[in-house]
């Protein structure tokens, strides 16, 4: 695997190394051992698949609170997306900055999504299926939200999303007390 590191602080692209010969190829998504190396989360607790039907659909922005802050490993396995993180991170160098980038069943590449961190996607084509690894269990009682076209942020979404749930609708604007990122202080 190679891991090319984001102008975020900790977030990563993660390429697979592809080993091919005529029948085809072999890559490793997931190696503990590389992970742990490069200063990685190493232990996942669930494993979550989405299909998005419609192309400009958004998912997002979500996160989760300490004790269930969760790491993510977001991989695109049919279609294509544009995958957007924001370090939410009172300490970080790169706190209330954004990064986004195309994740496709095509170029196989992987978004590695820190603790502290707001994660969503728009759809880039119809059937857009995600496929991520998540290092806490969903904790309905810690999640939070940004609104994906909140100012503070300035997302540029490559299409306008067209549709956008009514839960992923409703989250205020940025507010540190609302949103409770003072409890990522000092996450690296």
């Known amino acids: ?4 590191p984001t102008p975020l602080a900790g977030a990563f692209l993660i390429e697979p190394e592809r080993r091919g010969d005529a029948r085809g190829f072999f890559a490793r998504i997931f190696c503990e051992e590389e992970f742990a190396r490069a200063g990685l989360e190493t232990r996942f607790t669930q494993a979550n698949n989405s299909l998005t039907g419609r192309r400009g659909t958004l998912r997002g922005m979500h996160y989760q609170l300490p004790p269930a802050a969760e790491v993510k490993l977001v991989r695109c396995i049919g279609g294509a997306i544009h995958d957007v993180i924001v370090d939410l991170r009172p300490d970080s160098p790169s706190f209330g900055r954004w990064f986004g980038a195309e994740l496709s069943a095509e170029n196989r590449m992987m978004m590695y999504v820190p603790r502290g961190f707001a ?3 728009v759809t880039l084509t119809e059937d857009a299926e995600a496929f991520y690894f998540v290092s806490d269990a969903y904790a309905p009682q810690q999640e939070r939200g940004l609104r994906y076209d909140d ?16 839960k992923d609708a ?4 940025f507010d540190p007390g609302f949103h409770g990122t003072e409890s990522f202080r000092g996450l690296r």
Do not use: L, Q
Not at 151 to 166: K, L, N, Q, R, Y
């Open 119 to 121: 994660h969503g996607f």
């Open 1 to 4: 695997m190679i891991f090319h």
């Open 170 to 173: 409703a989250w205020p604007a």
């Open 151 to 166: 100012p503070w942020m300035g997302i540029e979404w490559p299409v306008t999303p067209s549709e956008v749930s009514a």
